[in-house]
């Protein structure tokens, strides 16, 4: 089966409110509602043998907090730390998760003809965790289903 018949089948994901995000020179964007607030950077906790896009672990008002450098688990060239350097909290199934991002842009609604099914192509992405491709002019988003992307195995985030 070719790369156009198997995008065929796919349903593009449906239209929605998303936090759009930069990665290094990609802009991605996640559900609005999975975000549960935007902070500026701290350094984290770091928590021995985690793997290295683990960051390390912070208190957020009694809660403990992992916080993942998206960057690093995307494999990005650099993951410099500045003043728009963000941590994105996210509350996932009842579990609260920090993503550390380059920026935060803006939020969009994206009607669904404007969202594209993804290419099937290897990547450092599982192509489960991509809901699809948004286009709003001449903007490319990648669009995330971050609760499959944090609920994977090799996040290590979640029990099985």
Do not use: H, W
């Not at 290295?52 to 998206?70: E, H, Q, S």
């Not at 935060?104 to 489960?128: N, R």
């Amino acid at each position: 089966m070719g790369v156009m018949e198997k995008n065929s089948d796919l349903m593009p994901a449906s239209s929605g409110e998303y936090l759009t995000f930069r990665l290094a020179s990609e802009e991605y964007g996640i559900d609005i509602l999975k975000v549960q607030e935007i902070r500026g950077y701290e350094s984290p906790t770091r928590i021995a043998n985690a793997p290295g896009f683990l960051k390390g672990v912070v208190n957020l008002r009694g809660t403990i907090v992992p916080i993942i450098d998206m960057r690093i688990k995307f494999a990005c060239s650099s993951a410099e730390y500045n003043s728009f350097t963000v941590v994105i909290i996210l509350n996932i199934r009842n579990r609260v998760v920090g993503i550390v991002v380059d920026s935060v842009s803006d939020v969009l609604e994206l009607p669904a003809q404007s969202i594209k099914p993804a290419p099937d192509i290897e990547s450092v992405i599982e192509a489960g965790c991509i809901k699809g491709l948004g286009s709003l002019g001449e903007r490319m988003l990648i669009l995330l289903d971050i609760e499959a992307l944090m609920n994977s195995p090799d996040m290590g985030l979640v029990a099985r």
